[in-house]
């Protein structure tokens, strides 16, 4: 069972950063990926970012490739999110996702294991 939290959401003026971060835990945390998604209200959830586990190969919406940057430390089980220029587009909840096989790392169906989500808000 892995367990995934995220944090550091909240609301910030257009133009503004924001650095989310996803905590994970398990008895065997070893993922193929670890991606980003978020949503809104009556969309599909959308996929921002991920990264591969073992080699650090990163993967962006062209949305946001410009503006946000995905990251992990070394020997922690800790995935981050540096979003930068944030537009009120932007505005959605924010889930991390842990994916255990490769069946696509920008697709919601290719992860096994999400976290509960944090809001991330952006005024204009």
């Known amino acids: 069972q892995v367990h995934l939290v995220e944090s550091g959401g909240g609301v910030v003026q257009a133009g503004g950063s924001l650095r989310l971060s996803c905590a994970a835990s398990g008895r065997t945390f070893s993922p193929v990926a670890i991606g980003w998604f978020r949503q809104v209200p009556g969309k599909e959830r959308e996929f921002v970012a991920a990264i591969s586990w073992r080699v650090g190969n990163t993967y962006y919406a062209r949305s946001v490739e410009d503006r946000f940057s995905i990251s992990r430390p070394i020997a922690e089980n800790m995935v981050f999110l540096q979003m930068n220029n944030l537009k009120p587009e932007d505005t959605a909840v924010y889930y991390c996702?842990?994916?255990?096989?490769?069946?696509?790392?920008?697709?919601?169906?290719?992860?096994?294991?999400w976290g509960q989500g944090t809001q991330v808000t952006v005024s204009s």
């Open positions: 996702a842990a994916s255990r096989i490769n069946r696509g790392m920008g697709v919601a169906r290719g992860y096994d294991d």
